[in-house]
């Protein structure tokens, strides 16, 4: 049984989807599970003092619900461009990795980041699994 065109990009984008969640899903449970490191994070990447512990824990609450909606196809302009804008700061603050202190791991971003982009752009399209109402 081969796929359409139409079931072929579907999938895509599931997976997609599905692959850029796994992703955050790890970044979100860091904050409840060393939210010390997250906060270090934050101080060298985005240029914040020491974040408190539960203030972390409600920043990975709030990201927790939005990457949910995210995975789910819920009020995909906000959630996927929350997602997309999420991804970019992170990927763009870590500027240093990619040209002082090299850092070949921190490249992997780039390929998340268009695939966040491409599901932002497609999200009418990224129906595979979603709650969402079709339309």
Not at 7 to 26: D, H, Y
Not at 40 to 61: C, H, Q, S, T
């Amino acid at each position: 049984m081969s796929l359409t065109q139409n079931q072929r990009i579907k999938w895509s984008l599931f997976l997609l989807r599905l692959s850029v969640f796994i992703v955050l899903l790890a970044w979100t449970i860091d904050k409840f599970v060393n939210p010390g490191h997250a906060s270090k994070v934050f101080e060298k990447f985005y240029l914040l003092e020491r974040v408190d512990d539960f203030l972390m824990m409600l920043i990975g609450a709030a990201e927790m619900i939005i990457i949910f909606g995210f995975l789910l196809g819920l009020a995909k302009r906000w959630t996927y461009g929350l997602v997309l804008a999420f991804h970019a700061i992170s990927t763009l603050s870590s500027w240093k990795q990619y040209t002082v202190d090299i850092n070949l791991l921190f490249f992997a971003a780039w390929p998340m980041l268009a695939a966040c982009v491409a599901l932002y752009l497609l999200r009418e399209t990224d129906t595979k699994f979603t709650l969402s109402r079709p339309g």
